[in-house]
């Protein structure tokens, strides 16, 4: 079973940024889609940000231009630069990898964004 191993949550004033990544003990060079997804209190999951195996990448309406989603291979790792962030960016954010039909999910972390 894929382990993923989410890190760089925390508290943040409103126009900081953040970077998340999430690592994963196994080889990532065959991962075909790679996503962030967050959870704010009393609302539904929402997909942040995807990056596929050609290295394209998508992202939600409220995030595009502020974060940045990217991956690197070689140290088997995902990450999610945020920036400009905003009180309503504050959510748990969760990564998630899949592999043909077999999807991981990682613990999630607390993105707090406040002053």
């Known amino acids: 079973q894929v382990q993923l191993v989410e890190s760089g949550g925390g508290l943040v004033q409103p126009g900081g940024s953040l970077r998340l990544s999430c690592a994963t003990s196994?080889?990532?060079?065959?991962?075909?889609?790679m996503n962030w997804y967050r959870r704010a209190p009393g609302k539904e999951r929402e997909l942040v940000a995807f990056?596929?195996?050609?290295?394209?990448?998508n992202y939600a309406d409220s995030v595009t231009g502020r974060f940045t989603i990217s991956r690197d291979n070689a140290k088997a790792t995902m990450y999610l630069q945020m920036n400009s962030l905003k009180p309503e960016d504050t959510a748990v954010y969760y990564c998630?990898?899949?592999?043909?039909?077999?999807?991981?999910w990682g613990q999630g972390t607390q993105v707090t964004v406040s002053s």
């Open positions: 990056i596929d195996s050609g290295g394209r990448t």
């Open positions: 196994g080889s990532i060079y065959s991962v075909d889609l």
């Open positions: 998630s990898m899949r592999w043909g039909s077999y999807r991981a």
